[in-house]
């Protein structure tokens, strides 16, 4: 018979002791959100019993309806049930202090030594080909668990033409929501995607191609642009840290202060360290404004996180039970699906235009999509990162 833990009370470790506990999950958030939700429940839940199975999972629930990434609020919350607000605070640093630290480290080496290197061009795109895969098989897992009817799927189908055809993001996420929230009222429904068709129009209208690139491409670079472009990320989290890449996109690449090869990059790196995925974040603040706007669009990133566990948790317990809640958020969600659709398509067109030997470049796109479809385990993508590397340096894509 397996002996049982001892139950351990979280609530006599030392501020420091809790700190040093997280920061070292942190150093081993390896894998992305399953890989660091499994190490989180085996060593608080299976092993010292913060709290039982049940209380996780209906924890772990809550917080996966709440944007922003679930293992970092996770780490927030567990910190609050030891020591409070300031124990939430300090799990939180500590959990993302040594993906930050590392990214800060790869973003500096990126600007210093590998940006611009002519011979480092097939290398840099056979992970940019590795990393597209990755984004495609996150949209379908996130997918699964979010497109349940017909209705669902329509709106992400909408979602995608929208976003291709260029309507601001809001409206179709507020249409999917309200529209799905409203399904069991036909007329109302109705009614809402009538309203978000027109305001697409307006929006269309009111922006024009050439207004439209002064506004966005001359477009300052500010701390404090970088600091909103983070937050916008970290509010519209839902599903999965890769909902956050079409935002952050929106809100650097579109502005022409980074391209899409080098967004990329930074999310390539994202997958290999020891981080939340949105760290990527933090490399793009890097390349574009230093250390300091690497410090400003993670702070809006991670902002969310921390606001919503710490400060609302306990009425999100109640509030969470309403049934059409959870009919907007769905709704919602399956917009978010479509929008990530539209982000692939549109980098992978780039990416496609970057690449002068095509035959190579789709044969390693399909073994790496086959090998992140059907291969699980943390390793994974590393390991596919570095060998789509190795074969772009090599055959020179």
Known sequence: MTPVPAQTDPTQLSL???????????????????????????????????IDS??????LAVLQILPGP??????????????????????????MLPGLLLMLLAGWLYVTWIAGDAGLTGLLLGVQIAVLAIILRAMFRIGQHIIEDRLLAAIAIASLLATLAGVPFWIPLAAGGLAYAAAHRPLIALAVMV???????????????????????????TLLA????GLKGGLLTFGGAYTAIPYVRADTVERGWVDDATFLDGIALAGVLPAPLVIFATFVGYVVGGP??????????FLPAFAFSLIFFERLEAVVENPALHRLLAGVAAAVVGVIAATFVQLGEVTAARVSNPLPA??????????????????????????AALTGWLLAL
């Open 16 to 50: 420091l002791a809790l700190f040093l506990k997280f920061l070292r999950f942190g150093a081993l958030a390896f894998g992305g959100p399953v890989a660091q939700i499994a190490m989180i429940r085996h060593a608080l839940v299976d092993q010292e019993r913060w």
């Open 54 to 59: 049940a209380r996780f999972n209906r924890l």
């Open 70 to 95: 679930e293992a970092h609020e996770l780490c927030v919350h567990l910190g609050m049930i030891a020591r409070g607000r300031i124990g939430g605070l300090l799990a939180g640093l500590g959990f």
């Open 195 to 221: 309203a978000a068709i027109g305001a697409a129009l307006a929006a269309r209208q009111l922006v024009t191609p050439d207004t439209d690139i002064a506004l966005v491409a001359g477009a300052p670079i």
């Open 226 to 229: 970088l600091f909103f472009a």
């Open 292 to 301: 300091a706007g690497a410090l400003a669009i993670t702070a809006g990133m």
């Open 362 to 387: 789709i044969l390693l796109f399909a073994a790496a999509l086959a090998i992140v479809w059907r291969v699980k385990g943390a390793w994974v993508t590393p390991a596919i990162i570095a060998a």
